[in-house]
């Protein structure tokens, strides 16, 4: 899941685990059944098996289909003013999410780390000198904005 996306799932509610640890398989690797052949070689289509019982095996790896990335949620509804306020309020440190992308980030639940930053920096399409945090930082804040209100959320008009 793309951070945009992220950010916007915690703000929608939307978030799901399923959604967060997208391509991160937490789960061991399936154990072949007894008596399972455990070769490299790939098994035969059942159609084309020698033996009754063979057992087709998908394909893995570097053949295997990427896993589709979940589309952006909609920001319908979404007072964002009214939200982030609301979380501010409870935050127990004073975050200021109006000016701050770090502090939007935390709001919400997120990693805000200069890594974390720069890797939405680079989803959004940022051509500017990413060791100039600060400048960046703003950039940032304003793409967010923006897009969240592209997206159908209401945003004030003065941080727009």
Known sequence: MSLLSDLFARLTGRRSDAASSAGKSSAPPAKPAAGAATSSTP????????????????????AAAPAPQAPTPRMDELDLAAHLDGLASKAGQKLNWRTSIVDMMKLVGMESSLSERKELAKELGYTGDMNDSATMNQWLHKQVLQRIASNGGKVPADLL
């Open 43 to 62: 098994a035969k289509p059942a159609s084309a098996a020698s033996s009754p019982g063979t057992v087709p095996v998908p394909p893995t790896g570097a």
